[in-house]
């Protein structure tokens, strides 16, 4: 079993940076990939960036030289650095990972305003 918690949502202006983490612990051995997801109201969820566990990344058009996806050497910990933030970037922006299972977090709310 894998537990993930996200961090660093908030509160920032057109323009703004945001770093978001999340942590994983459990056994995670079995994760191969780990991505961001988000999900604003009244739409679908989507997909943000995705990292494999040998470092190949890929990211949603909407993001694309905006944000990176990154981890730490361990492979625990999962970023999202955003800069340039758009109003439309507001959303819930969740975690996951996939092994044998796939792991999601609670999500962490990222406003950004006009």
């Known amino acids: 079993q894998v537990q993930v918690v996200e961090s660093g949502g908030g509160l920032v202006q057109s323009g703004g940076s945001l770093r978001l983490s999340c942590a994983a612990s459990?056994?995670?051995?079995?994760?191969?990939?780990m991505a961001w997801y988000r999900q604003a109201p009244g739409k679908e969820r989507e997909l943000v960036a995705v990292?494999?566990?040998?470092?190949?990344?890929d990211y949603g058009d909407s993001v694309k030289g905006r944000f990176t996806i990154s981890t730490n050497n361990d492979k625990d910990t999962l970023y999202l650095q955003m800069n340039n933030l758009k109003p439309d970037d507001t959303a819930v922006y969740y975690c996951?990972?996939?092994?044998?299972?796939?792991?999601w977090g609670n999500g962490t709310r990222v406003t950004v305003s006009s």
């Open positions: 996951n990972f996939v092994g044998r299972g796939d792991y």
């Open positions: 459990g056994k995670l051995f079995s994760i191969y990939a």
């Open positions: 990292i494999s566990r040998g470092g190949s990344t």
